[in-house]
């Protein structure tokens, strides 16, 4: 896990993962204390962002586990949210608009 937070930090945008892989990634870890997903179907969108604003208003999706505590997910797709909602319990909604 080290190597790979390491591998991770020290590249210029992260490390881009098709879906597949990336739920074959997420099988290979045993405890996650901190990660960030961010999602969009334009492949320019998905870079290091000096904001986490900035961030969650150009990507589809912004996932984050904070400190093993609580994940914060960031859309404007109302079916996932919904989704999201309705199948995992002890969700809660916030919105924020500009």
Known sequence: MLDFKSYVKNSGNGILYNYNTLIELSSSFTQIIDILICGDMNLEKL??????????????????LVDSSYWEVSTNDLASINNIKNNLSGVTEQYYFE
Request: hydrophobic share 35%; glycine share 0%; proline share 0%.
């Open 47 to 64: 870079k290091r962002y000096e904001s986490d604003e900035d961030m969650i208003r150009e990507c589809a999706f912004v996932i984050e």
